[in-house]
């Protein structure tokens, strides 16, 4: 027997394809991050591991911020008795958004330093 809460909302089950959508992204993220630390690691040796621990502390911070994310919106539709439905900020997006800009600034700057380490002098 399943409660009522754990019941999709609807038929096309929109909130989940987009939780699943945010694992993806968080993971490919986590992806990223050992990626780059592997890199680095010929180069750099502590600040590979630096980037990788940063790289996998935010994917975790961002995972739970998604589930938690998604289960509040999963509540709120499910339980709602009206047609408005006032739903989460989009300040989790912003955030998101701002750690992928700052991981691109990071892997740039640390391409910069490959390519003027390796320029002849």
Same mark, same amino acid.
């Given at each position: 027997?399943?409660?009522?809460?754990?019941?999709?909302?609807?038929? $096309?089950?929109?909130?989940?394809?987009? /939780?699943?959508?945010? =694992? @993806? &992204? #968080?993971? !490919?993220? +986590?992806?990223?991050?050992?990626? %780059?630390?592997?890199?680095?690691?010929?180069?750099? !040796?502590? $600040? !590979?591991?630096?980037?990788? /621990?940063?790289?996998?502390?935010?994917? /975790?911070?961002?995972?739970?911020? $998604?589930?938690?994310?998604?289960? +509040?919106?999963?509540?709120?539709? *499910? =339980?709602? !008795? &009206?047609?408005?439905? @006032?739903?989460? %900020? /989009?300040?989790?997006?912003?955030?998101?958004?701002?750690? #992928?800009? *700052?991981?691109?600034?990071? $892997?740039? #700057?640390?391409?910069?330093?490959?390519?003027?380490?390796?320029?002849? %002098?």
């Amino acid at each position: 027997m399943t409660r009522a809460f754990d019941r999709p909302f609807d038929a $096309g089950l929109q909130a989940e394809r987009t /939780a699943l959508a945010w =694992q @993806r &992204t #968080v993971l !490919s993220f +986590a992806i990223a991050a050992l990626v %780059s630390a592997r890199l680095l690691l010929n180069t750099v !040796s502590i $600040g !590979s591991y630096a980037v990788a /621990a940063l790289g996998l502390i935010m994917t /975790a911070v961002l995972f739970w911020v $998604g589930h938690r994310r998604y289960r +509040a919106v999963h509540t709120t539709l *499910v =339980q709602a !008795s &009206t047609d408005r439905i @006032r739903l989460a %900020s /989009a300040a989790p997006l912003f955030l998101w958004a701002l750690a #992928v800009f *700052v991981l691109a600034v990071v $892997g740039a #700057v640390f391409a910069a330093l490959g390519i003027v380490a390796t320029l002849p %002098s």
